[in-house]
């Protein structure tokens, strides 16, 4: 009988074994599967005498061969490679995008500025003209377009985060029900290999939409996100939730649901699809689109502003090209009231003050009292200035905007977030649909007077007609139509010359208005080349003086060039440009433009020109699609070497099994010869009895 036992000891092991290796044959792909290997030991010896003798084997353990360090590096290379995919996933679209000549800027910019070329080698050319209408309006159109583009990933971000959220709550859900089933089965001394597995693979899965951090604890596995916020503690769930910023609704954030409370964590959450997106949304897409939205703002109002100081084919100031980027709508968009204010806080008005000194950052303004508020730079939180009052007037300027609170009264405590450029791409719009009213001309002229110079050579070079010095005031239509008026009140003026000085090195000037009263005076240098710097006071139509007494009154200055040596009494009459003239001098500064630095005058560098910031855009955008690129492909990298560690252990190797076949195959015959040779020994015994 003991010889039997033997042999049905070792026919139960090898059967056993059999076992174990046929699971593992068919798990061979099986995602999370780790191979299990049978532990064998002997049963206890009997005495025979002095000696003890086996008694077979037994089935110790079917172990499951794994290792925790190699398994909890495939859950971090997991979450770092599916962050780096994500990210340049969104990165590489908008690369091409803005780089390509047939979606991005420059091709757009350069045909328009081609298009004023050809307008001042014919600025009366009606065609020419309406050419330049076109491509303003295919100039506008072209950031509309890249804009929706920008503002599409970002709803296709939120719509991500959405779903990505749901599936990390039901892996959450799924690592909570296995933790509870394989406590109770441990409990008991069972060994719940497959629910091991189980566990492991639900939580790579969850890796690769966040980075999360997991604890060992009694069994159980706890996931924490963020900094240390819990999602799963033992059988416990949390709830990853989606729901508009409280200080941008436009873009989602993630909160942890406790029950009793939530937590923000969009900030503090990295790794996993859902890091690369936030990760791409805050150093990507959100500077892209301010940047773009910087330059669309500079466009509009440096060429708005100097077709406000042309004269038009019709003999009038020029009206705006683009729309104002001033517009009630505009400025109401560019603040947004957190979800948390008092009730009442009202909001902002964002007044675009001067595009040259914008930045590319968003402000984070926060009330210290009813009245006192300070400025932020996000996303560094960085201070701008000091204390403000919303009782200043005029309200003070802050790096190119200025704030107006309306519609309420904020509470110590209110936020507001300051957006002055995000939206600008998608508001410019071509306004101008007329192409007489395109100022091409200067305002003013200059001309010899019927007097002529007498004895004296008077010329005014092609260079030194009258240059106008004074902006109009876009920002503030009223101020601009007053001026533009104002000018044409008070003009035409004329410098009339005197008598060279005794020893012929000066020669006094008198700069005379409409009615023939003194405006300034001065002296030049009778045969040199003179440039004078003149002012005209502005007056209404009755002749008093813009704005009434006391405002300081309004003035346009201008400079010109004069040369020779003009006679006494002689003079040059200065007049607004007439209709149908065929002067291209404000055509030539609005052509200036694509080389002049409009753009971030305010930072170290004084400024760069328009095709220089779009230029820097698509260059940080592709650098980041570069690195992106490079990152992806070393997380590549590092995943695959962990999971060819992981699976050099916890892998089934088919070789190796089939093996193991045969060699458990080969023990299941031998154990059977053994029983064989029980029955022979017992049936000779029986039979010599």
Do not use: C, H, W
Request: no cysteine; net charge negative; glycine share 10%.
């Amino acid at each position: 009988m003991s010889l039997l036992n033997i042999g049905m000891s070792g026919l139960s092991a090898s059967q056993s074994s059999l076992m174990t290796t046929g699971n593992n044959i068919a798990n061979v792909d099986t995602a999370g599967y780790s191979r299990q290997q049978t532990v064998q030991g002997t049963k206890a010896s009997q005495q025979f005498g002095n000696v003890y003798i086996g008694t077979g084997t037994t089935l110790a353990d079917v172990r499951r061969v794994y290792n925790s360090y190699l398994d909890a590096q495939l859950q971090t290379t997991t979450s770092l490679n599916s962050d780096s995919a994500a990210y340049l996933g969104q990165v590489t679209p908008l690369d091409k995008l803005l780089s390509d000549s047939g979606t991005g800027l420059n091709g757009a910019l350069t045909k328009f500025f081609a298009s004023v070329q050809n307008v001042n080698a014919k600025p009366g050319d009606d065609a020419s003209r309406q050419l330049l209408l076109s491509d303003a309006q295919a100039l506008s159109n072209r950031f509309n377009s890249v804009s929706s583009q920008l503002n599409a990933q970002n709803a296709n971000i939120n719509g991500n985060l959405t779903s990505m959220a749901d599936q990390v709550n039901k892996l959450a859900a799924t690592v909570a029900q296995l933790n509870q089933k394989i406590s109770e089965i441990s409990s008991s001394g069972g060994m719940p290999n497959e629910l091991l597995d189980a566990r492991n693979e639900t939580v790579r899965q969850l890796s690769t939409f966040t980075g999360a951090q997991i604890v060992e604890r009694e069994g159980n596995v706890d996931i924490y996100l963020g900094s240390g916020q819990p999602l799963v503690m033992g059988n416990t769930v949390n709830k990853l939730e989606v729901v508009p910023g409280k200080d941008d609704p436009n873009r989602l954030s993630l909160q942890l649901n406790r029950g009793s409370s939530t937590i923000d964590i969009t900030s503090i959450m990295t790794g996993g699809e859902i890091g690369g997106l936030l990760r791409y949304r805050s150093t990507v897409l959100d500077p892209a689109m301010n940047e773009l939205g910087r330059v669309a703002l500079v466009v509009a109002d440096q060429m708005n502003s100097i077709q406000a100081q042309g004269i038009d084919k019709n003999g009038d100031f020029g009206s705006n090209l683009f729309n104002s980027v001033n517009s009630a709508a505009q400025m109401a968009q560019r603040s947004i009231a957190s979800g948390n204010n008092s009730v009442g806080s009202g909001n902002f008005d964002v007044s675009i003050e001067d595009t040259g000194k914008l930045t590319i950052n968003d402000y984070k303004v926060t009330f210290t009292s009813a009245t006192d508020y300070t400025v932020q730079r996000l996303p560094d939180n960085t201070s701008v200035g000091g204390s403000y009052s919303t009782t200043t007037t005029p309200a003070p300027v802050i790096e190119g905007f200025s704030l107006k609170l309306t519609g309420g009264t904020a509470a110590a405590g209110d936020t507001f977030k300051i957006t002055p450029t995000r939206n600008a791409a998608a508001n410019i719009k071509t306004e101008m649909t007329d192409s007489k009213r395109l100022a091409i001309a200067a305002p003013l002229g200059a001309a010899i007077a019927a007097s002529g110079s007498g004895n004296g050579t008077l010329t005014i070079p092609a260079s030194g007609q009258p240059t106008l010095t004074t902006q109009f005031d876009i920002y503030d239509a009223a101020t601009k139509t007053a001026m533009q008026n104002g000018l044409k009140n008070s003009t035409p003026t004329k410098v009339v010359f005197g008598a060279v000085s005794a020893d012929g090195t000066s020669q006094a000037y008198q700069f005379l208005d409409a009615k023939g009263g003194v405006i300034s005076s001065g002296t030049i240098k009778p045969g040199e080349s003179n440039t004078l710097n003149l002012s005209i006071p502005l007056k209404d139509a009755t002749g008093a003086p813009i704005p009434p007494a006391p405002a300081t009154q309004y003035t346009a200055a201008f400079s010109m060039t004069i040369a020779g040596s003009p006679s006494n009494g002689a003079g040059i009459n200065v007049s607004l440009s007439q209709p149908g003239s065929l002067d291209n001098r404000n055509g030539t500064a609005l052509a200036g433009l694509q080389t002049a630095q409009t753009v971030d005058t305010g930072s170290a560098s004084k400024g760069i020109s328009l095709n220089d910031a779009y230029g820097k855009l698509v260059e940080g955008v592709g650098s980041k699609a570069a690195q992106g690129k490079l990152d992806s492909a070393a997380t590549e990298a590092i995943l695959a070497n962990a999971k060819g560690a992981r699976d050099s252990l916890s892998g089934v190797d088919l070789d190796e099994e089939t093996g193991n076949l045969v060699k458990y195959q080969q023990y299941y015959t031998a154990s059977s010869q053994i029983i064989k040779a029980a029955q022979q020994i017992f049936s000779t015994l029986i039979n010599s009895i």
